[in-house]
């Protein structure tokens, strides 16, 4: 992969938000969960879909903090179009697991 420099890194803006409403997503390709994650301040409440269902439900993810690239443009998901892209990394089975702080931080604070 080719370096890049650390302005092109900046522009990629990852936040933490909170996640407060998810529900199954059964319509997509894959098995799925809409989200509404709030970022706070001036980003409020932003719509994600993620493929998690291996390791989380959405019960479980409701009041869960996330990492999430908040200016990508928004992307059709089959019928939902979501806003922000919720961070995960792929664990042994290559199923996600989300990317969150290890200890609670204020919502909308910027990863640096």
């Known amino acids: 992969m080719a370096e890049i420099a650390f302005d092109d ?5 990852i936040r933490v938000g909170c ?5 199954a997503y059964p319509e997509a390709r894959k098995p799925a969960i809409k989200m509404q994650v709030d970022f706070g301040g001036d980003l409020g409440i932003k719509k994600s879909s993620a493929q998690v269902t ?5 019960e479980q993810l ?6 999430a690239v908040v ?4 992307r059709q998901i089959g019928k939902f179009m979501s806003e922000v892209l919720v961070l995960g990394v792929p664990d042994a089975d290559g199923e996600v697991v989300l990317i969150a702080p290890d200890l609670d931080v204020p919502k909308g604070v910027r990863l640096f």
Not at 19 to 23: L, N, Q
Not at 54 to 58: L, S
Not at 62 to 67: D, L, T
């Open 19 to 23: 996640v407060i409403h998810a529900e």
């Open 62 to 67: 409701i009041g869960r903090q996330v990492m």
């Open 71 to 74: 200016n990508f443009p928004p």
């Open 54 to 58: 291996a390791h989380y439900t959405p």
């Open 9 to 13: 890194f900046m522009q990629v803006d």
